[in-house]
């Protein structure tokens, strides 16, 4: 369980977050919704720790410090090696803990197979997006926290997509923003709404 407790952030005279606190539970998916420039991707980046809050804490009940946590980001933008295969993208991150083989076998499922070794800046947005959730999913970690995960993924595939979330989570506390309400519904999450 990761406990925010009263998270502020400002950037110059700009209040992003105020206040925030927050018990977030594992196991769980957490639908953050809420309109453009709210702070979701603020919020995310602090969970990641790429941004530090100006006031308040990050704790958890077990007692292992926020900070020992492993986390499995998907960040806003992609942030794959552009010129790197989807395998080789997935493999280094997660070639530690997994054959090649078994990695091309996991992409298949969400990758039309003949993408899979050319490279990711030959691929559409919503492969590189798939991609990108891929490497999270499998790669080990205490905490997957994925930024608009879904962006340029169409009805049908994002419902793949979904079902692979819940598949591959394993347990772990995830995060996600969305601008969709019936992502929640079909991720079983629990909405999180920021508020200015
Ligand atoms: P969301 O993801 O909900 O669209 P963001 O967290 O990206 O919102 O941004 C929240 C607000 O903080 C926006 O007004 C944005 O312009 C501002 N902001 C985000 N990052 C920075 C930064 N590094 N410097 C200044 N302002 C920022
Ligand atoms: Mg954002």
Redesign the pocket.
């Known amino acids: 369980m990761i406990i925010l407790n009263n998270i502020t952030k400002t ?2 005279t ?1 209040t ?1 977050l105020k206040h925030l606190s927050l018990t977030l539970e594992k196991g769980k998916r957490y639908c953050l919704m ?1 309109p ?7 919020l995310l980046r602090i969970l990641m720790r790429l941004e530090k809050p100006d006031f308040g804490s990050i704790s958890t009940a077990s007692g292992i410090p926020f900070e020992e946590l492993v986390i499995s980001p998907v960040f806003q933008e992609d942030r794959l090696f552009e010129a790197f295969s989807p395998v080789e993208n997935v493999s280094i991150s997660a070639g530690r803990f997994r054959k090649s083989a078994q990695i091309k076998e996991e992409l298949e499922r969400l990758l039309p197979k003949e993408c899979l070794t050319r490279p990711v800046s030959t691929l559409s947005g919503g492969m590189k997006r798939r991609v990108a959730i891929l490497r999270a999913l499998l790669t080990p970690s205490d905490i997957l926290l994925m930024d608009e995960p879904f962006t340029g993924l169409d009805e049908e595939i994002k419902q793949r997509v979904i079902e692979y979330i819940k598949e591959k989570q394993e347990g772990r506390l995830l995060v996600l ?1 969305t601008h969709q309400d019936e992502d929640i519904a079909l991720l079983e999450g629990t909405l999180i709404r920021l508020s200015f």
């Open positions: 950037y110059g700009l992003v809420s453009s420039g709210s702070g979701k991707t603020t923003t």
